[in-house]
């Protein structure tokens, strides 16, 4: 079982950077790929990034590439995404995410494949 909590969201000016953070509760977040995905107002959640166990392997949409960084610290059970350069279209409500059963150096794009998740914290970008 891992209980996730994010924390960093707020109102920010376009170009702008902001750092979210998941702290991950439960012995499985060493031993699980983690993800960040996103939901704006009348859209669908989308996957944003994610990355392997040891955080060796990540992967992102391509409208993040280049300004959006996921870390993970598993002394310290949390995964991190850095937001550099902000735009508009980042506004959503954005959640952490947890792949338990992922083999070790593997990341996915895959909603289904996480089976745990946040409750979601607000970024919003304003132009």
């Known amino acids: 079982q891992v209980q996730l909590a994010e924390s960093g969201g707020g109102l920010v000016q376009a170009g702008d950077s902001l750092r979210l953070s998941c702290a991950a509760s439960g012995r499985t977040f060493s031993s699980s790929a983690m993800g960040w995905f996103r939901q704006a107002p009348g859209k669908e959640r989308e996957f944003v990034t994610g990355?392997?166990?040891?955080?060796?392997?990540?992967d992102y949409t391509d409208s993040v590439k280049g300004r959006f960084t996921i870390s993970r610290d598993n002394a310290k059970n949390t995964v991190y995404l850095q937001m550099n350069n902000l735009k508009p279209e980042d506004t959503a409500v954005y959640y952490c995410?947890?792949?338990?059963?992922?083999?070790?150096?593997?990341?996915?794009?895959?909603?289904?494949?996480?089976?745990?998740w946040g409750q979601g914290t607000q970024v919003t970008v304003s132009s």
């Open positions: 990355c392997s166990r040891n955080g060796g392997a990540t």
């Open positions: 995410a947890a792949a338990p059963t992922l083999f070790p150096a593997r990341t996915t794009r895959t909603a289904t494949n996480y089976r745990y």
